[in-house]
């Protein structure tokens, strides 16, 4: 399965906010996202898209985005958005898996010790075609909170880099 991780960083204006009821959300991300997906489930037309990310929040925003956009509607029913956990036992051809956190916050518990890696397995194993993450490493390697996550940060430094050629900065994808 392809794999690619979209480099979105502080500098393109990537920033994790907490929400009143302890959720997250970071609106350049999901404004990514979601042109990402509406390109994917435009290119063609049989693919079905998911959209995944740890956080209820950042779901909220991503749908009302979505909306917004008032996609055409052969794209109706093509793109599901959810939380990690919405996604078990579902599947779809394109996997966008939104990572949401920056420099701004500690990184989130959900993305700590076993639950993380819970998490990472089911984000990872949901796409059947193409696998597109969307965040910042660095968050997880150096950020507060790093310590606390095991097999995401091993998958990101270990099997992502622009010398493998499977990084690409949000830049460069001209969105």
Not at 160 to 167: Q, R
Request: charged share 25%; glycine share 8%.
């Amino acid at each position: 399965m392809p794999a690619v991780l979209v480099s979105l960083r502080a500098e393109d204006g990537s920033r994790v906010e907490q929400t009143p009821n302890g959720s997250r959300v970071n609106r350049e991300s999901a404004r990514l996202v979601v042109k990402m997906a509406i390109y994917y489930a435009k290119s063609e037309v049989h693919l079905q898209i998911g959209i995944i990310t740890p956080y209820r929040g950042q779901v909220s925003q991503i749908k009302r985005l979505l909306r917004d956009k008032n996609p055409p509607k052969h794209l109706d029913g093509r793109i599901k958005i959810g939380t990690i956990h919405a996604f078990q036992g579902s599947e779809a051809d394109v996997i966008i898996w939104d990572l949401v956190e920056t420099e701004h916050l500690p990184v989130g518990r959900l993305y700590h010790e076993d639950v993380g890696s819970r998490l990472t397995n089911v984000a990872i194993s949901r796409a059947q075609g193409k696998l597109l993450i969307v965040g910042d490493v660095n968050v997880f390697v150096t950020n507060s909170g790093a310590n606390k996550v095991k097999i995401l940060k091993g998958i990101l430094v270990n099997k992502f880099s622009e010398k493998i050629g499977n990084v690409v900065s949000a830049r460069e994808l001209g969105y």
